[in-house]
């Protein structure tokens, strides 16, 4: 911060530190849209506050309440991240609560190794909540000398935790995207049904797991590539145009369940009991369609259906009178 950027604004005075401090807090905040968010953010407090040490910190363990930095900085200089525990830090009584005060004396206060290996003298801490209020962290500054003004550093440190509030909360939902999206990964490449994902509009296809590939013959690209229409028999309705009905209707109506006749790549025709489904993935309307081979038991229902059909041919045609009774006698 210079003394040209505080003239920029007619409403700050230079030779007034209160203003001077908020206005750098303001605009390290309005100008840290890095990859490095928590570093310029700790860097920024430190300056404002004219202090030694600052650090944003995240719960890495709720059941020993360790706190684990995102960043922290020393005399203007980012320093490695770290992991303390809460019991007996003053950080304890800010965590989820209130913002935190100590602007002398906070080594006899709260005898933690950690402020003694800092040499600190006052300390100050504002703790950070998601957007619906569950405690995440807090970001604290340590000065080796007395912290004279309450009001400052609260302003400050808040202006500084809410932009750090949000940056964590969206890192935390990052995280959890993509712990979701292995997740879901990790399961639809293990599923022993075929599986595929198709365009909600268009019908086309997306993915496919490796059971698809191996069942319908051709490789992950090829399936990418090609459309319902290659892989059905062609056969009315087992055409393009029936399958994209069907999808309509499952955006519609919801899930449809029904028979297929399908194509693979070296000719063969088999039977599939397919289920799709409208579902969101990425935040994006996808098909996801389920298919499981049919084909053993659509041929024993036609072996059946033919046998049954050979013998009431040969009943009907018999020149004897033929009864049939079950085993209580009935005809």
Not at 47 to 63: H, K, M, S, Y
Not at 97 to 113: C, E, N, S
Request: with cysteine.
């Amino acid at each position: 911060m210079n003394s040209q950027t505080l003239a920029l604004d007619p409403e700050i005075d230079p030779a007034d530190p209160a203003r001077a401090a908020l206005l750098c807090a303001s605009e390290a905040v309005a100008n840290s849209s890095h990859e490095d968010i928590f570093q310029i953010l700790v860097l920024g407090a430190t300056e404002a506050l004219d202090a030694d040490i600052a650090w944003v910190g995240v719960l890495a363990d709720t059941q020993a309440e360790c706190i684990a930095t995102m960043a922290a900085c020393d005399h203007g200089a980012v320093i490695p991240n770290f992991q303390y525990l809460l019991d007996g830090t003053p950080c304890a009584e800010v965590l989820g609560k209130h913002f935190g005060y100590y602007p002398t004396g906070v080594q006899t206060l709260f005898p933690d190794r950690l402020l003694t290996t800092l040499g600190a003298e006052g300390y100050a801490a504002i703790p950070l909540f998601d957007s619906s209020g569950q405690a995440m962290g807090l970001m604290g500054v340590v000065d080796r000398k007395p912290l004279p003004d309450r009001g400052l550093t609260e302003a400050v440190l808040r202006i500084f935790s809410v932009r750090a509030a949000v940056e964590v909360e969206r890192r935390n939902t990052d995280i959890a995207r993509r712990h979701s999206e292995e997740s879901y990964r990790s399961m639809f490449e293990a599923a022993e049904d075929a599986l595929f994902v198709h365009d909600a509009d268009t019908g086309a296809i997306l993915d496919v797991n490796p059971k698809a590939c191996a069942v319908y013959g051709y490789s992950r690209e090829e399936l990418l590539k090609a459309d319902i229409g290659l892989l059905s028999s062609g056969v009315p309705p087992y055409t393009l145009e029936h399958a994209v009905g069907l999808i309509a209707r499952a955006k519609r109506e919801g899930p449809v369940r029904m028979e297929w006749h399908r194509r693979n790549k070296d000719g063969s025709l088999h039977w599939d009991e397919v289920y799709i489904k409208l579902v969101k993935l990425g935040g994006a309307d996808r098909i996801l369609a389920v298919t499981r081979e049919i084909t053993e038991r659509k041929e024993r229902e036609e072996a059946l259906r033919k046998s049954e059909d050979r013998l009431r041919a040969t009943v009907e045609a018999a020149l004897d009178c033929i009864i049939g009774m079950d085993d209580q006698g009935r005809i």
